[in-house]
């Protein structure tokens, strides 16, 4: 299992840059894919980013490609979000997420671990 932990966030000037970081504890962090969720006040949690074991590849949503990198430090147990060129519409809660693959008796299921949150702001 693994324990996240955001940090980073903040309130900033639209155009204005922030970076996110997500600390993880555990046993196997260098196993787990990562990514980054926001959610905004009264909307559904979105996809934001993720990032593969190694940091090899890195998947992006559309509303945030061009702006946002994600990155991760295997060494340090920790993964990233540089996030340049805000808007006031990234204003959101943003979530760190570890994922690994589980098998139960023969059949794989994807493992969850959600951190608390850190609150971005992003003033027009």
């Known amino acids: 299992q693994v324990q996240l932990v955001e940090s980073g966030g903040g309130l900033v000037q639209a155009g204005g840059s922030l970076r996110l970081s997500c600390a993880a504890s555990?046993?196997?962090?260098?196993?787990?894919?990562m990514g980054w969720f926001r959610q905004a006040s009264g909307k559904e949690r979105e996809f934001v980013a993720t990032i593969t074991l190694t940091g090899g590849n890195t998947t992006y949503a559309d509303s945030v490609k061009g702006r946002f990198t994600i990155s991760r430090d295997n060494a340090k147990n920790t993964v990233y979000l540089q996030m340049n060129s805000l808007k006031p519409e990234d204003t959101a809660v943003y979530y760190c997420l570890a994922r690994t693959r589980v098998v139960i008796t023969t059949t794989p299921k994807d493992l969850d671990y959600w951190g608390q949150g850190t609150q971005v702001t992003v003033s027009s």
């Open positions: 555990g046993r196997t962090f260098s196993t787990y894919i």
